[in-house]
C-alpha cells in the first residue's frame, strides 16, 4: 500500500509541475520563469526548433501563435542563448509587465491588395476584441509566383483582463477575403 501512496505521491507532482508550467500565466513564478529560460536555452541548439504555442497548419500560411509572458521569456532564451549571452533581468521584468496577450497569424493571399485581416477571441457567447490589430504589408510566398503568391502577417493585441486564462477559446481569424477559420484552443496547454 505504501507504494500505490508514494506512486499516487509522484503522479500529483507531475500533474502540478505541468499545471505550473503549461498556462497562460499572469504571474509566473521564479520556478516557471526558470524553467521556460532553461528550456529556451535546449531549444536554442535543437533542429527544428520546437514549436511551442503554435497553432493552425504550419508553412507558408493559415497558422500563428501565441506570445504569453512565459513563450516570450523562452523565446528570449533562445536568442540570448544563440549569442552566448543571458536574458537579462531587466528583459525579464519588461516581458512580466505587458499587459496583452500577442496572437500572431500568417494569411495568404493571391493579390498584394488583400492585406486586412482581424483576429478575434471567442469564449462561449463572448467575443474578445483585440485592443489593438495591425496587418503587414503582402510579401512574396513561397509558392509565388503561383497560388497563394502572397503570406500577410496579422498581429493582435488582447489585454488580459479581458479574457478567462483557463476557459477554452476559439480563435477566429477573419481573412480579407472567403470564409473565416476558427482554432478552438485549449488556453491552459498554452505556456
Known amino acids: 500500500m505504501q507504494r500505490f501512496d508514494v506512486l499516487i505521491a509522484t503522479l ?3 500533474l502540478f509541475q505541468a499545471v505550473l508550467v503549461y498556462a497562460v500565466e499572469l504571474n509566473p513564478s521564479p520556478q516557471q520563469i526558470t524553467k521556460v529560460i532553461e528550456d529556451g536555452k535546449k531549444a536554442a541548439n535543437q533542429r527544428p526548433v520546437p514549436r511551442l ?71 462561449g457567447q463572448k467575443i474578445i476584441q483585440p485592443s489593438s490589430i495591425k496587418s503587414s504589408f503582402p510579401e512574396q510566398s513561397m ?19 479581458d479574457f478567462d486564462l483557463l476557459a477554452p477559446a476559439t480563435i477566429i481569424v477573419v481573412p480579407p477575403f472567403g470564409e ?9 496547454n498554452f505556456p
Open 12 to 14: 500529483l507532482f507531475v
Open 53 to 123: 504555442n503554435f497553432f493552425g497548419n504550419m508553412g507558408a500560411c493559415d497558422y500563428g501563435f501565441l506570445q504569453t509572458k512565459l513563450w516570450s521569456i523562452w523565446v528570449g532564451s533562445q536568442f540570448a542563448e544563440r549569442r552566448f549571452k543571458q536574458l537579462s533581468e531587466s528583459e525579464i521584468q519588461r516581458i512580466l509587465s505587458l499587459d496583452n496577450m500577442l496572437i500572431t497569424y500568417s494569411m495568404c493571399a493571391d493579390s498584394p491588395k488583400q492585406k486586412e485581416g482581424h483576429i478575434v477571441l471567442r469564449q
Open 143 to 161: 509558392h509565388w509566383p503561383k497560388s497563394p503568391a502572397y503570406a500577410i502577417a496579422v498581429q493582435a493585441h488582447f489585454p488580459y483582463r
Open 180 to 188: 473565416r477559420i476558427e482554432y478552438p484552443i485549449d488556453l491552459s
